[in-house]
T-cell receptor
Framework: GENVEQHPSTLSVQEGDSAVIKCTYS??????FPWYKQELGKRPQLIID?????GEKKDQRIAVTLNKTAKHFSLHITETQPEDSAVYFC???????????FGTGTRLQVFP | EAQVTQNPRYLITVTGKKLTVTCSQN?????MSWYRQDPGLGLRQIYY???????DKGDVPEGYKVSRKEKRNFPLILESPSPNQTSLYFC??????????????FGAGTRLSVL
């Protein structure tokens, strides 16, 4: 079935450094790739998304890139701050079935 | 205020005792979905609904039922809960089916323990 792999599972960075989280999807018909941030004890919240007709999208300190050929997409956070500490989930929709398949999450810790 | 409301937020029950977790949204969204979140496994979709009376299985539907009799409500039913259904559950809604416009809004979550 459809699958989304996410790496790394944990990531520790110094404040001000960049963080990169990578995902790979299996369904070549997927056309929508959201990223969610989940703070401890809170609900997931959408932080950025990208559609398959776009290669890159930026929103202030966060950016997402998509390589459709390789079926990879990545989240880039620059100038990290302690408030970026959270669990981040990538996801890919299954176009034919309308399901949303999530990765297993990356716990990002930003140390001051 | 636009929101997705789940109840209860916390529930402890015993094996075999039927329970329902309610989900309601006030945004007139067509698409609603249930997920369970387990450590190391991320969020896994249980069931989803693209509109009233239209429901479909996600990746882990076994042991769960849903109904969509009204647009705003999408209850999750566990007919005979078992300990492996102990988890954190999220309801989510989206304006339209995911293929079109895919922003999902999540409820606050329901932490269920089955003893």
């Amino acid at each position: 079935g459809e699958n989304v792999e996410q790496h790394p599972s944990t990531l520790s960075v110094q404040e001000g450094d960049s963080a990169v989280i990578k995902c790979t999807y299996s369904d070549s018909a997927s056309n929508y790739f959201p990223w969610y941030k989940q703070e401890l004890g809170k609900r997931p919240q959408l932080i950025i998304d990208i559609r398959s007709n776009v290669g890159e999208k930026k929103d202030q300190r966060i950016a997402v890139t998509l390589n459709k050929t390789a079926k990879h997409f990545s989240l880039h956070i620059t100038e990290t701050q302690p408030e970026d500490s959270a669990v981040y989930f990538c996801a890919a929709n299954s176009y034919n079935t309308d399901k949303l398949i999530f990765g297993t999450g990356t716990r990002l810790q930003v140390f001051p | 205020e636009a929101q997705v409301t789940q109840n209860p937020r916390y529930l402890i029950t015993v094996t075999g005792k039927k329970l329902t977790v309610t989900c309601s949204q006030n945004m007139n969204h067509e698409y609603m979905s249930w997920y369970r979140q387990d450590p190391g496994l991320g969020l896994r979709q249980i069931y989803y609904s693209m509109n009233v009376e239209v429901t479909d299985k996600g990746d882990v539907p076994e042991g769960y039922k849903v109904s969509r009799k009204e647009k705003r409500n999408f209850p999750l039913i566990l007919e005979s809960p078992s300990p492996n259904q102990t988890s954190l559950y999220f309801c989510a809604s989206s304006p339209t089916p995911l293929g079109a416009k895919n922003i999902q809004y999540f409820g606050a979550g329901t932490r269920l323990s089955v003893l």
